[in-house]
């Protein structure tokens, strides 16, 4: 039994960090295996070989797969369909149990698949074994759901001459999409809020980080029956062939930008379909004038670096009450400029690089536009080989810029100071997203007024271990507003699963006497 990690965590057991170490070393020093597609229990290797280096180390290849021809989806779909026949008729207790042994497997392997995540996405030993630990217990939470709620099967009000049952059931195959920053524990949570269901699945990693999510998929696949779980590995066009298809619901982690254009698409025949989508967000910590401003310090700069910002939740914008922003401002920068940027394989490092040229480019523009319109207080590209930046924190940019308004997906913060606490919520919910949001202040006047007004689905108050981060399954629930999801109720919670079941009403006559 692995010692518990979550995303709060600053600290690891001993033995825990050392076998991170050597499996971390291992895994650069040997060349990886080129991943396979899983198709009807069967391993394909169709279509050329794509590689991924490590973000830390950008000359050590980490992981390699092969990108699928845009037909092999068809199969896919084909052999998820056939497996569903039996998978759906499955009692609950045997398809939990059989997610139970996948779960069990996930544990007993923490250190060398949180070596596999860091190595693709340069992730820190707590956030890779926190993810790992996450995707377990995502697997124990929604087969606890669906055991304590008998199925989704709910007896009616009974007549004399009728009985009736209200009941879920699964829709048939889901099409699974998966991005590169939790591709482990978030390609879990989907794959099983759909399996659990009773549905079969498709899934397609991203292309960035192809190892990570075939490990778990992998582990899926052979805890549960041929077919069941399904795994296509490519990029954007393979995602096209996913959405085109007649697949019967889809689930997707990623961009509003290709979110929405997924919600928008309907099946070939012109039906809709169920897209549960989680997408991302542009995430406020609010700081009233009566704040613990060391503790409001401490949950910001943990939120807007952790992962290097590349977190749906990451705190993105801090708005200020002008009173104590000043005093905010410089603890901040302190906090930021004292973390440590490094390797995954050095215990002290809090923050690694960003995964790619793509958000490194992305960031090298925002800082321009930056310097341009406001004032960088600190944060810059570093000198090394990849894509390394120190903590970036801004502030000064006029109300309403676009480095306040759109999502970045990097370790940069904004800072905009209000004249009211009021003012201060205004401007938080001036964006388009809705996904997490953070308070900080003394006053419970002000804490009932920001729970009254913010428009998002994951809140937390006075938090010093995050402000915006730290989701855990069956803890919090994890539900975009607005432009962040389309479903209404978010991965980790309550609601969750029963997005992949519809209903059917069952009247029964009873025969006359
Ligand atoms: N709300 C949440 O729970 C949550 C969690 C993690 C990440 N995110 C968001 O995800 C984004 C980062 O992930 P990303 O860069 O991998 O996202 P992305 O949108 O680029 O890709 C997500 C997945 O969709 C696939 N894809 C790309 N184009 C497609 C298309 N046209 N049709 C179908 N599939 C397509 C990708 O290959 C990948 O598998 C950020 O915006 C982040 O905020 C949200
Ligand atoms: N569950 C994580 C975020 C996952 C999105 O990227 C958190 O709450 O910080």
């Given at each position: 039994m692995t010692a518990k990690v979550d995303y709060t965590s600053t600290a690891l057991p001993d033995d825990l960090g050392a076998a991170f170490e050597s499996a971390l070393r291992r895994l650069r020093a040997e060349k990886p295996p080129v991943e396979e597609h899983i198709i009807g229990g069967a391993r394909r290797s169709d279509g050329i070989v794509f590689e991924r280096f490590d973000p830390c180390h950008p000359g050590v290849r980490v992981s390699a797969a092969h990108a699928a021809p845009v037909a092999l989806v068809t199969t896919a779909i084909e052999q998820a369909r056939i497996a569903y026949r039996a998978w759906r008729r499955a009692t609950v207790e045997e398809r939990c149990n059989s997610l139970l042994k996948a779960a069990d497997r996930i544990n007993s392997d923490v250190a060398e698949l949180s070596a596999i995540l860091s190595a693709e996405t340069g992730k820190t030993r707590l956030e890779a074994i926190g993810e790992v630990q996450e995707a377990a217990d995502i697997i124990k939470h929604y087969t606890r759901l669906m055991t304590e709620n008998d199925g989704?099967?709910?007896?009616?009000?009974?007549?004399?001459?009728?009985?009736?049952?209200?009941?879920?059931?699964?829709?048939?195959?889901?099409?699974?999409?998966?991005?590169?920053?939790?591709?482990?524990?978030?390609?879990t949570g989907m794959m099983v809020g759909a399996l659990v269901a009773g549905n079969t699945v498709v899934c397609k990693p991203s292309d960035k980080t192809p190892r990570s999510t075939a490990a778990v998929a992998a582990i899926l696949a052979d805890a549960l029956p041929a077919g069941v779980v399904n795994l296509v590995h490519g990029g954007a066009d393979i995602g096209r062939a996913i959405v085109g298809s007649d697949i019967d619901g889809i689930a997707f982690t990623g961009s509003a930008e290709i979110g929405w254009q997924i919600v928008a698409a309907t099946t070939p025949k012109g039906l809709p379909r169920p897209v549960l989508a989680e997408?991302?967000?542009?995430?406020?910590?609010?700081?009233?004038?009566?704040?613990?401003?060391?503790?409001?310090?401490?949950?910001?700069?943990?939120?807007?670096?952790?992962?290097?910002?590349?977190?749906?939740?990451?705190?993105?914008?801090?708005?200020?009450?002008?009173?104590?922003?000043?005093?905010?401002?410089?603890?901040?920068?302190?906090?930021?400029?004292?973390?440590?940027?490094?390797?995954?394989?050095?215990?002290?490092?809090?923050?690694?690089?960003?995964?790619?040229?793509?958000i490194g480019a992305r960031i090298d523009e925002a800082l321009k536009l930056a310097a341009a319109d406001g004032q960088v207080l600190t944060g810059e590209r570093l000198d090394r080989e990849g894509n390394w930046f120190s903590p970036i924190v801004v502030s000064n940019l006029p109300v309403g810029h676009t480095l306040t308004r759109d999502e970045l997906f990097a370790p940069f913060l904004t800072i905009t100071e209000v004249d009211t606490f009021q003012d201060a919520l205004d401007e938080a919910n001036d964006v388009p997203y809705g996904l997490s949001a953070g308070v900080f202040s003394g006053d419970q006047a002000e804490v009932d007024q920001f729970v009254d007004q913010i428009e998002a689905g994951v809140i937390y108050i006075n938090r010093a271990a995050g402000a915006t981060t730290g989701a855990w399954p069956g803890v919090q629930s994890f539900c975009g507003w607005k432009r962040s999801g389309s479903a209404g109720k978010g991965g980790l919670g309550h609601w969750y699963i029963q997005g992949f079941m519809r209903e059917q009403s069952r009247t029964i006559a009873k025969p006359a006497s």
């Open positions: 989704y099967n709910h007896t009616m009000k009974q007549s004399p001459t009728e009985d009736t049952y209200d009941v879920l059931v699964p829709y048939g195959v889901f099409g699974v999409l998966a991005p590169f920053n939790f591709p482990f524990a978030l390609a997408m991302g967000g542009q995430n406020p910590a609010v700081v009233g004038a009566s704040a613990d401003l060391d503790a409001a310090a401490s949950g910001i700069v943990r939120s807007a670096f952790g992962l290097s910002g590349q977190k749906c939740s990451a705190c993105r914008r801090v708005v200020v009450v002008r009173e104590v922003a000043d005093k905010l401002i410089s603890k901040i920068v302190e906090k930021a400029e004292a973390l440590t940027i490094g390797d995954p394989i050095d215990e002290a490092t809090f923050m690694g690089p960003v995964i790619d040229d793509s």
